[in-house]
């Protein structure tokens, strides 16, 4: 059983949901990444995704944009975020990590070579946002030998027939993009998403995700209540990027807010 899989199957004996954080590595520098997961991990965080930075990250709004660009200028390569991976697993061997990023550098490293360094970091899941399941033949089963599970979006205006496809080749999670556009767009409406998500579950069985438009406490726990987990990006990026000429705020005020979501979505 993966680390996602037996995350997931823990959170529902026990009648929660996961909270999934996202942080970019290497933003602003790479000596605040790893302090920042475990602080995330103490704050209540049940699966963490490392987002690897790349100059053209077509699915993201100028926040992840701008935290893409503070780590491409601290010179951090994808390399260097599987090593911040390892470094995390020296004291946490529970909390499993997603990469989230772009197809280009997994590219340029080989598929082979980094399904392989991705086992030896300690990643459990890849979300490779511009990988569409119609052509992840050539990749998937580089992960899926290894153990290594491999997530892909659901858009609002996915097709029922999609979903299925999506649900046959993915494991670990589905993330549920819950608005149309860029993460930080506008606010979600959370009667659309539960709508969706039941859609989903009927098309797919796995644990849903639901992404985008988190933004506070309140969200987070409307969202908890029709997902499986909840996925909160830009408003924690927000948090570095106003701490970014103080590094040693940066892991006291990320968690202060993902505290505050876990205990909403708790109550």
Do not use: W
């Amino acid at each position: 059983m993966s680390r996602i899989q037996a995350c997931f199957e823990q959170l529902n004996t026990s009648g929660r949901k996961a909270l999934i954080p996202y942080i970019t590595a290497g933003d602003p520098n790479q000596a605040v990444t790893v302090p920042v997961m475990h602080a995330m991990v103490e704050a209540g965080a049940d699966i963490i995704e490392l987002g690897v930075p790349f100059s053209d990250p077509m699915a993201d709004g100028p926040v992840i944009q701008k935290a893409c660009e503070r780590a491409l200028e601290a010179g951090t390569s994808l390399r260097d975020v599987l090593a911040m991976v390892a470094d995390f697993r020296r004291q946490d061997d529970r909390t499993p990590v997603v990469l989230m990023g772009y197809l280009n550098p997994v590219e340029a490293m080989g598929y082979q070579t980094f399904a392989d360094a991705c086992v030896s970091a300690g990643v459990d899941g890849v979300l490779l946002v511009d990988l569409p399941p119609e052509e992840c033949e050539d990749i998937a089963p580089q992960f899926r030998q290894r153990g290594v599970d491999l997530i892909f979006l659901v858009a609002p205006t996915t097709t029922d027939e999609r979903i299925r496809r999506i649900g046959e080749a993915a494991s670990g999670y589905l993330y549920y993009v819950s608005l149309k556009g860029v993460t930080g767009a506008a606010t979600l409406n959370v009667e659309e998403v539960a709508s969706r998500v039941e859609t989903i579950r009927n098309l797919a069985q796995l644990p849903i995700g639901v992404g985008f438009g988190i933004k506070d406490a309140a969200s987070a726990r409307a969202v908890s209540r029709v997902a499986d987990g909840v996925v909160v990006g830009s408003a924690l990026v927000n948090q570095i990027a106003a701490n970014a000429q103080r590094p040693e705020a940066i892991a006291p005020a990320v968690a202060a807010v993902l505290a505050d979501m876990r205990s909403a979505m708790d109550e």
